[in-house]
């Protein structure tokens, strides 16, 4: 099934999409791929612009200072940054313009290494993409948005990526508008209120993909078919940027769907050690896996992530 790509991204995260949209386009069936950000992402990566790949100001969507302004009026703080709820609220406004059943939001930082189907053939339903991940506060949120529902899904939704289905997406927004018990008259007023004040000033409080996948299993159980989802999510680890992520999918792909280079999860960019070249040396991707090769290094002192596997597994839930 065909559908819409979007693709919310800021200032620093654009020059990553550049390297990526290559892989977006090759392994992912889709009517267009839109770019969601401001002005100055625009301007960045001017020459990706054409008719499959399209660019929406985020402004039309939703206002960036009227999210901050609201989020530093409730938390009576300058210290916390909004701007990393504003862009998932990006990601639930766009089922208010979008003209299609579903649409898949993709991070920025994620790249692909194969080609991935996010639909099952059989039955034509969207796959959620589970993985480990466990926060508290976003199930604090959730349960305060929606009182009957809870974590009930064993695995996390949180996996990079969410195929979003528009009349679920606007079913959910209504519902958190309607409810009365929480401040707040939008979607988003209302869900920083659920999140707590002090809950935002010191911790991520609130998640749309564990938030869409927990009322969507509670809502509508049977919509959506639950699927393994592997990736290599702090592979900054181990490369220096996406483009030397890519260039190593191949072999990436012998274990992981995905790939994600995120800074803010390491102190350290990449393997510094001088024996860090067997990470690199063909002989060794030839002969292993890169779970087997992150474990030779990490027992022998030379990375700095033990090489464990971050997936959930559908078989035997």
Known sequence: MKMDIIIPVSFNDCFKLRDNITYIKKYIVANNIIVIGCEKVYDAISELWNDSVLFINEEELISLSEVTSYFYHITESSFSKPTWYYQQFLKLCYAHITQNEYYLVWDADTALVKPCSFFDSTTGLPYFDMKTEYHAPYFSTINTLFPDVN????????????????????????????????????????????????????TASFSEFETYGSWVLTRHPDSYILREWSSLRHAVNYYDSMKSALKDRFFLSKEYDAVSIEYGHSDIKYIMSPMSILFWNPLFKLIWKPSHLMHFLHDRGLAYWPGEKEAYHTKGK
Do not use: C, P
Not at 159 to 164: A, I, W, Y
Not at 168 to 177: D, Q
Not at 182 to 197: D, P, Q
């Open 151 to 202: 974590k009930i899904a064993r695995g996390s939704f949180i996996s990079e990526h969410m195929v979003f289905k528009k009349q679920y997406v606007l079913e959910m927004i209504n519902e958190i508008e309607n409810n009365i018990s929480i401040v707040g008259t939008s979607f988003w007023e209302k869900i920083l209120n659920a999140a707590k004040a002090d809950n935002l000033k010191t």
